[in-house]
Structures are given as C-alpha cells and as structure tokens.
C-alpha cells in the first residue's frame, strides 16, 4: 500500500511540475470531463484542456447537486460523479472490466498508443489494454495489458503522455492562394488553419510565407463524414443544401451560407482537431442531439444531412438569443451556456465579426 501511495504522489508531483510546458493538457482534466459527458454536462471531445466548457460544466453540475460551485473537484463533487469520479490513477491495478476516473486518466495518456479519442470513456476494454501494451512494449515493461506498479512508475517517469501531437507540418503560401483556398486543398477548416498559426482569418498572406497545418490536415484522399469517398459534393450542390434547409427553419441564407463558409469553406470532408465534422462543423454529440432533441429523426450522415442538422441548429441558436445574430453566432462557437454564464470570448468576437463579414458575399 505505501508503495501504491508514493507512486500516486508521483504522479500528481510530474503531472503538477509539467503543467506550465504541457499547455494546460492534463489527464486529470480529460477524467474530469469523461465523468461530466456522462452526466450530461460536457458536449465537447475530450481533450484534456481545462477550458470554458469543462469549468461550465463543472460549476452547473455543481450547482444541480446543491454542492457548493468552486470549480474545483473535491470529495463531494468526486461522489456526486458516481462511478467515474473515483479512484485517482495509481491507487488500484487496472485491467478489462475496471471503470473509474483512473481508466480515463490512463486511457487519455494512451491516445498516443492507439486509442482513439473517442474510446477514453472510464471504461476498460480490449481497445484499451491493446494500447496499454503498445505503451508497456515502448517503455520496456511486461506487455500484459495490465496497468500496475511499474505502468504506474513509467506514467510518471513521462507525464502527460496523452497531449503527445504529430509531428507539425507546414505550407508555404505560393501567389494567389489565400486561407481558403489552402484550407480546401488540405480539407481543414478555414479557421483552424488560421489559428494554427497563431493569424487571424481576416491577415493577409502573401507567397513565401509559412503557414502551420493544423491536425487533421490531408493533401491527398478525400472522406466524407469519416468515410472513405470519391469525388466531393461540389459547392453548388452545398450552396443548394444550405438554401434549401434555411427556407425550410426560416434562417437568413446569407447567413448560414457565411457560417458555413467560415467553418468549412463549403467543404463536406472536413474533420477538426477537436472532431467536428462536415459543412456545418458539428461536434457528434451536438449532430446527435440535434437529431434528437430538435428533429426527433436521424439525418443521414451525408453533406446535405450534415447542412440539415447544422442549420436546424442555427435556427435553435437564434431563438435562444431573441433572434440576435450575433448572439446566436457566438453560440454556434463557443456554445450557448457559455456565451449566456460568461459572454463572448475574445476569439469568438472575431470568429463572429468575419462571419458578418462574409454575409451576403457567399
């Protein structure tokens, strides 16, 4: 048992000492927002970031349990999270079957491994053991599948494993490109090539410069909505999409076509850094719940069911804001609770300023 406890107070210490360098990326963060997606109170991918929908949707479920709404995690918030909240990584051996806030940890750390993002869910299976051996075979340890004292050691030996990033890939900007046509040979968003090099949407680049690609991007092989393809919906078949869903929910053409001309450039292949998806760039719990809860139907997982849903949701955003624009284009990037609990965020006054930009212009 001592043993088991140094080993957690080493993880905590390496996790804490590498918080600066690390960018904010944390397993602890990531076991945090499993246990909240699974009470409904986090929308998002899990990525370990502890940004503005994690502290929402901490501080809201917080509040639904009558506990006290720091912010933090402490033992009452841990037990209010049920089965997910708890144990720490390190204090208990893992292996198929375990659930628990310590098989998100440990399954956000092996995201570098194999395991898919989608897969860190607090829950262990045959996925995550065959990733936990990719790691234990990489750090010289017994390739088992069982994470135990010494998988616990090399996890401290080399925190923060999970926010591990492929190796960065650049584009010289030749004469005559711009943000978006890049952002369609690559089949990236617009915006997240913009950001991914620290630029806004609305810089000038000019031939000779270098531009960072940002995850996800491909110059070769198109898919559509994660499916393999052949060629792509071209943009007039999508501009039709998106005229034919806005007089369908009573939305501004001009201002879904800028909407989904800032996300995706009109571009159906496009897969995010954080998993959004399609014209519309929607998340697939946001696409699920639009489904769900606002059409009660599931829309095909095609371009023009991508434009649907996007749409549709639009229209709800406009609504929750009084039909303000802005507001509901706010909402549409930073997402509505937040825009309501802590206004518009920097970045988002931007992303929404070139929207209004574009309306009318697309």
Same mark, same amino acid.
């Given at each position: 048992m001592r043993?088991?406890l140094?080993?957690v107070?080493a @993880?905590?210490?390496a996790?804490a000492?590498?918080?600066v360098?690390a #960018?904010a ?5 990531a076991?945090?927002q499993v246990?909240?997606?699974a ?16 502290h ?8 639904k349990?009558? =506990? ?5 995690v ?12 708890k ?6 051996e ?6 628990g806030?310590?098989?998100? /940890? ?9 395991l898919?993002?989608a ?10 053991a ?6 234990q ?18 996890l401290?030996r080399?925190p923060?494993?999970?926010?591990l990033?492929p190796?960065?890939?650049?584009h010289v900007? /030749?004469?005559?490109e711009?943000?978006? /046509? ?11 090539l913009?950001?991914?090099?620290? @630029? ?16 996800g991007a ?5 898919t559509?909505?994660?499916?393999a393809t052949? @060629?792509?919906?071209?943009r ?7 005229d034919?869903?806005? #007089? ?12 989904a001309?800032?996300?995706s450039?009109f571009?159906e292949?496009?897969?995010s850094?954080v998993g959004? =998806?399609?014209?519309m760039?929607?998340l697939?719990?946001?696409w699920?719940?639009? %489904?769900q ?7 095909p997982?095609t371009y023009?069911?991508n434009?649907?849903?996007g749409?549709?949701y639009l ?6 804001f009084g ?13 509505a609770q937040?825009?309501? %609990? ?5 970045d988002?006054?931007?992303?929404v /300023?070139?929207?209004?930009?574009l309306y009318?212009t697309v």
């Amino acid at each position: 048992m001592r043993r088991i406890l140094v080993l957690v107070v080493a @993880l905590v210490t390496a996790c804490a000492a590498s918080s600066v360098a690390a #960018a904010a990326t944390s397993s602890s963060v990531a076991a945090l927002q499993v246990a909240l997606r699974a009470q409904g109170h986090y929308p998002a991918v899990v990525d370990g970031v502890d940004g503005p929908l994690t502290h929402t949707g901490l501080t809201a479920f917080q509040r639904k349990r009558g =506990i006290r709404a720091t912010g933090k995690v402490g033992r009452a918030t841990r037990s209010a999270l049920g089965p997910l909240g708890k144990p720490l990584l390190g204090q208990r051996e893992l292996s198929v079957g375990a659930v628990g806030w310590d098989v998100s /940890s440990l399954e956000f750390n092996l995201i570098p491994f194999g395991l898919p993002r989608a897969a860190v869910d607090g829950r262990f299976t045959a996925a995550t053991a065959q990733a936990l051996i990719q790691f234990q075979t990489a750090r010289g340890l017994a390739a088992d599948g069982i994470a135990g004292n010494l998988t616990f050691a090399a996890l401290a030996r080399h925190p923060n494993v999970g926010s591990l990033t492929p190796p960065v890939r650049t584009h010289v900007v /030749s004469a005559g490109e711009s943000f978006f /046509s890049i952002a369609e040979r690559y089949h990236v968003s617009p915006l997240l090539l913009a950001k991914a090099s620290g @630029l806004k949407l609305s810089t000038i680049i000019v031939p000779g410069q270098r531009l960072t690609l940002p995850a996800g991007a491909l110059l070769s092989g198109r898919t559509t909505l994660g499916v393999a393809t052949g @060629l792509p919906a071209p943009r007039d078949s999508v501009r039709a999409s998106i005229d034919h869903w806005s #007089a369908v929910y009573g939305v501004d053409p001009r201002l879904a076509r800028a909407t989904a001309w800032m996300e995706s450039g009109f571009q159906e292949d496009v897969v995010s850094n954080v998993g959004a =998806i399609g014209v519309m760039q929607l998340l697939p719990n946001t696409w699920t719940w639009v %489904d769900q809860v606002l059409l009660g139907t599931t829309t095909p997982r095609t371009y023009d069911g991508n434009v649907q849903a996007g749409v549709r949701y639009l229209r709800w955003l406009l609504d929750q804001f009084g039909g303000d624009s802005r507001l509901a284009l706010a909402g549409y990037y930073q997402g509505a609770q937040a825009v309501r %609990d802590r206004g518009l965020f920097d970045d988002t006054k931007r992303y929404v /300023s070139i929207i209004l930009k574009l309306y009318g212009t697309v």
